[in-house]
């Protein structure tokens, strides 16, 4: 069966996904859609996904949209390493670190809401800069104080709450986003930038990453 992900090397949702996959050593391929060009609106791809986002995972005859769906599905699906605990709080837990990023942050600051605000609300880049840092910020705040004394984010095994913290952070860094207050949360991606699944995740290790 071939397995499929639809990604954008700077995307964090699929970031995300790209992390899952080699932590679970599935055997896949990475099909570049390139966000800043828009192909994400162009027939052949919006015809996969009509929402018009990456990620999109295609797992034989499956297709499936949505970060945290597509993780769980693999989780389901391809069960070593358990990226969810399987005591119900716990497993609670580990979602709603990850809800915090993927409901409360990121769609936020997201490519079209960040031009949106530059072009039709016509904000200044001091603005939306703002706007980002803001929005990091309160998210940030409430996953630190949630976060174990490590390694992890929810201690001794990496979990799916490492694989949502991860891409965030380094969007934080991107977007020049002072990190001072969150020594827990930085100490994690510290631990997480030694494992090859992450390091093989990230932007840079893309094919489609602009050198
Ligand atoms: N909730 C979705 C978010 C997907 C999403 O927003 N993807 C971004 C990249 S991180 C995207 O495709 N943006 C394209 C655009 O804004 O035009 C998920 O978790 O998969």
Redesign the pocket.
Known sequence: MTVRLYS?W???????VRIALNLKGIGHTIVP?D?AA?Q??EADYAGRNP?????LLEDGDVRL??????VEYLDDRYPEPALYPSAALERARVRAFAGVI?CDI??LN????L?YLKGPLGQETAAVDAWYSHWIHAGFRALEAQTSDGPYVFGDAVSAADLFLIPQIYNARRFGVALDDFPKLVAVDAVCAELPAFRDAAPEAQADAAR
């Open positions: 954008y700077r995307s964090s949702a699929a970031y995300r859609v966000l828009g994400q609106a929402q018009g986002l990456v990620p949209t949505q970060s945290q769906a597509i993927a990121h769609p997201n490519l079209r809401v031009r």
